[in-house]
């Protein structure tokens, strides 16, 4: 693995930087713009662009939501400023949920349930849930609207994979052994897919296919 930049899969940051960056806890997704736009960041971060978005062109905001997973089996969601609280809207029986995405275009939600490891996707309002890849178990799952593909960890690989939005046509992206995926992202100026690998402090990237 070359170091930043690399040609197809690199380290961009590792724990040799002075301020080495942290992984886990929840991530914020769903400040959505008229193009589809998916953030994750903190949630300071988050909210103080949501504000910036509101004020330039309300038009363009079409919603604003935090979804989040429990492991009792449950998705909730609320406003950015948490009112319109909906806990437990999604339910798995006997389950434990993780790595949560939000496709923005079709109001679909993508999740894993880790005990019987599978991902799944729901509509944005509880209904139609279905598993889409089975033997699935990982922490972080991506929607790309440019492009209509999911990327998600796959701990059984264990690899960061492709497929379409509807489970299909699965492909291997990057081989992550010995560590757990966070956080995934994609840069499309430059067509590179980000994630963090948690036991060794760094971020990662690799070419889009």
């Given at each position: 693995m070359s170091k930043f930049p690399g040609p197809s899969k690199s380290t961009v940051r590792s724990p040799t930087s002075s301020n080495p960056p942290s992984f886990g806890g929840v991530c914020l997704y769903n400040l959505f713009s008229e193009k589809g736009e998916c953030e994750l960041s903190s949630s300071p971060a988050l909210l103080k662009k949501a504000k910036a978005l509101a004020k330039s062109d309300k038009k363009k905001i079409k919603l604003g939501k935090i979804y989040w997973a429990?492991?009792?089996?449950?998705?909730s969601k609320a406003n950015l400023d948490?009112?319109?609280?909906?806990r437990q809207f999604v339910h798995v029986p006997n389950g434990q949920m993780r790595g949560i995405s939000v496709n923005s275009k079709t109001n679909k939600i993508y999740f894993y349930e880790v005990n019987e490891e599978n991902l799944y996707v729901v509509n944005s309002d509880g209904t139609g849930r279905q598993v889409i890849v089975e033997g699935a178990y990982g922490y972080s799952v991506f929607v790309d609207e440019v492009n209509d593909k999911l990327y998600y960890e796959d701990r059984n690989e264990p690899a960061i994979m492709q497929t379409n939005l509807d489970g299909t046509g699965k492909v291997k992206i990057a081989d992550v052994p010995g560590t757990r995926v966070y956080a995934i992202g994609i840069d499309y100026i430059t067509k590179k897919l980000y994630w963090s690998d948690m036991s060794n402090g760094m971020i990662k990237r690799s070419n889009l296919d």
């Open positions: 429990d492991d009792a089996g449950n998705i948490g009112a319109q609280l909906e």
